[in-house]
């Protein structure tokens, strides 16, 4: 099979920040901070925290700019480095993937909603705050991020099964926080 490499459309502008180019690497960041920014706080759930991983995810991107291939899309590329960054302060944190009292969770039955509960994307950005660590990041990736169980399971170095069951239970831990009577607005 054939290495087909990606032509990024900032093609140029990165081969100037590769070469040293200030306004260049400014030029880049303008284009990714706020998508990068919405990615570390889905992950972090924490807004400073948010910042500190989108500064040293890009210190860390020019850095290691040499090592891109251009095999996907430099946005691509970034996210997974922005991923990886926020997992780690998380980590930093001290907070297992679940807590030890959040791994037996009840079994929540897929109910269908009616039609008169309309449920808001506000309400389940609020709920997905809410969720553990653990929870909240593996829902993250997969749903929000697109990232498989197989990559999770990489990035978070777990098992592909653990990271289906995490998701799992987020999914089922997620309805109890929006059912919960002190939610429902």
């Known amino acids: 099979m054939k290495n087909i490499s990606y032509q990024d459309v900032n093609h140029q502008v990165i081969e100037r920040c590769k070469g040293g180019d200030n306004r260049a690497q400014y030029e880049l960041y303008k284009l990714y901070a706020k998508a990068m920014f919405n990615v570390s706080m889905r992950i972090t759930n924490d ?20 090592s891109y291939k251009a095999e996907a899309s430099f ?7 922005v991923v990886n960054a926020s997992i780690n302060a998380i980590r930093k944190r001290r907070s297992e993937l679940v807590p030890m009292d959040e791994r037996v969770v009840g079994e929540v039955p897929d109910e269908e909603y009616n039609d008169d509960s309309e449920w808001q994307v506000e309400n389940v950005r609020r709920a997905i705050q809410q969720l553990p660590d653990g929870y909240r990041v593996v829902l993250t990736l997969y749903l929000l991020e697109g990232f498989d169980h197989g990559e999770i399971a990489e990035i978070l170095g777990i098992t592909e099964s653990t990271s289906k069951s995490q998701y799992s239970r987020a999914r089922k831990k997620l309805l109890e926080i929006m059912k919960a009577p002190q939610f429902v607005a």
Not at 48 to 65: H, I, R, T
Not at 75 to 81: E, F, V
């Open 47 to 66: 807004y400073a925290e948010a910042e500190d991983v989108l500064q040293e995810a890009f210190v860390s991107a020019f850095k290691k700019l040499h």
């Open 75 to 81: 946005g691509s590329w970034l996210k997974r480095i």
